[in-house]
């Protein structure tokens, strides 16, 4: 059964019921869900979603998509090594740059995230900081200049050496209002499968003597507030007493990063098998992984330190059973932060008991049966030009497991979410970034080129309809009119 109250709101936030499921019209363009995180129905298969339109094909694992300042969309494609422009009146796309050294193995590393400012744009991406046959996987900004005719020139790096593998690498670069980049880094996939016996340092914050030598070692679980040249801003939280691009910490891995009302910072995360998060970053702020998952609610999480067990080498990693020799963390009400805040929501809590090995999925896909939707990007839609009350004022999060676009609307004061989660536009594809373009009528997704979507898109065959693509959806008539 599914808890009710799992959207909660802030620290110590008050558990509310569920609000009931209320119609929208067509279905097969949008669902409204429960508030406080009620999963959505299971579909044997999905009609097609009026008014969507196939932009372009053929991109090598899309990555960042970006409205950008010439009026095109831009893409990073995380394995083809490049940044492409895109023409949104008929898929026209041209290659503005190419990044031999980018890292690609066709997991979480490669060309990620991208940001503009002014006349210069901002790349992020992995690389491998020693020669082969060896490995030594960091990640970079680099600034380039965009030329009048749709290229990118003249990089220089503006910072390097951060932690990258080829799990949970984060990625996402966004310029603030504050003329500061604002990148996330995940937790690099530590103490689970092939990284088991690698400690998660989600919790570590650096010296003053790692931020003078430039060691970022400790950013991994974190989200960075990086001035334009690559320097500490003076002005970032002084956090248990050292000044460095951390922001944010304890992050397990955060994909998403928006600016919304007021010039406030959100973010998404992936939770481990329940509980992806949405969250308001605030300076200095700790939101508790691998400590906490979600609420600290004590409800189907409890930290398991396999990187900690002194025969981790020889264990085999198993995601449902944890042998004698692993140490556990303290409960999730035991352990504490004075930094500590909690998610505005979870996607979703379930109660200790869930069956995570359920039967509706195979024992090589359980996790896509998993209460969770893998949250992949955000962006934000304000109320000023909404081209329908649905979507006005609200974070916009595109889903991997459930190829649609979950939307949470905000409270006018931008501060917390409010109401019912509404679903959009339901296809057999996994959903990795979300672009609004410029009059805010038109929502662009970028699709993973491979991979598995969930039962809740209807398929769990591997089989995309459109993989490695830029779909187009009008952000018009999604509401059925007041009558």
Not at 145 to 156: E, I
Not at 317 to 324: G, I, K, R
Request: aromatic share 8%; glycine share 10%; with cysteine.
């Amino acid at each position: 059964m599914w808890r009710s109250g799992a959207c909660g709101g802030g620290t110590g936030g008050a558990r509310r019921r569920p609000r009931r499921v209320l119609p929208l019209l067509a279905l097969a363009v949008a669902t409204v869900l429960a508030a406080c995180g009620s999963p959505p129905p299971r579909l044997a298969g999905t009609p097609p979603v009026p008014g969507m339109r196939v932009l372009t094909t053929g991109l090598a694992a899309p990555w960042e998509l970006v409205w950008g300042p010439d009026g095109w969309l831009w893409v990073t494609e995380k394995i083809g090594k490049r940044v492409d422009r895109i023409s949104p009146a008929d898929g026209t796309r041209t290659v503005a740059l190419t990044v031999p050294d980018a890292s690609a193995s066709g997991a979480q590393d490669g060309l990620l995230g991208l940001a503009f400012a002014g006349d210069s744009a901002f790349v992020a991406y992995t690389y491998d900081a020693v020669p082969p046959p060896a490995e030594d996987l960091r990640a970079k900004i680099v600034r380039y200049h965009r030329d009048p005719g749709g290229t990118l020139s003249a990089p220089v790096e503006v910072i390097s050496g951060l932690p990258a593998s080829h799990d949970h690498d984060g990625g996402r670069l966004i310029l603030g209002p504050d003329q500061k980049l604002w990148y996330s880094l995940g937790d690099q996939g530590n103490n689970q499968f092939d990284r088991a016996c690698q400690p998660i340092r989600s919790q570590d914050l650096p010296t003053a003597a790692q931020v003078a030598a430039k060691d970022w070692s400790t950013y991994a679980g974190k989200v960075l507030r990086i001035d334009l040249d690559g320097s500490v801003p003076s002005d970032n939280p002084v956090i248990h007493g050292v000044r460095s691009h951390v922001v944010t910490y304890g992050h397990r891995n955060p994909q998403g990063l928006a600016v919304g009302p007021g010039g406030r910072i959100f973010s998404d995360e992936h939770g481990p098998k329940s509980d992806d998060e949405i969250n308001l970053l605030r300076p200095g702020a700790n939101y508790g992984w691998p400590y906490v998952s979600g609420f600290r609610d004590d409800q189907a999480y409890r930290y398991a330190d396999w990187s900690a067990a002194p025969d981790c080498p020889q264990l085999t990693y198993d995601d449902y059973q944890d042998p004698p020799s692993v140490p556990r963390g303290p409960p999730e009400t035991v352990w504490n932060s004075p930094d500590y805040v909690e998610p505005l929501r979870t996607m979703y809590t379930v109660p200790t008991g869930h069956n995570f090995q359920d039967p509706q999925c195979t024992p090589d896909d359980y996790y896509l049966c998993w209460p969770s939707i893998a949250p992949a990007a955000l962006d934000y839609l304000p109320a000023e030009g909404a081209p329908d009350p649905a979507v006005a004022n609200a974070l916009l999060v595109p889903a991997l497991k459930t190829g649609s676009v979950f939307v949470f609307p905000l409270t006018g004061d931008g501060g917390s979410l409010r109401g019912d989660t509404i679903q959009l536009f339901r296809t057999r594809n996994r959903y990795r970034d979300v672009a609004l373009s410029a009059d805010h009528t038109h929502l662009y997704v970028a699709t993973d080129s491979d991979g598995q979507a969930g039962p809740q898109s209807g398929s769990r065959t591997g089989t995309l309809d459109d993989p490695g693509s830029v779909l187009e959806f009008p952000l018009t008539g999604l509401t059925a009119p007041t009558r």
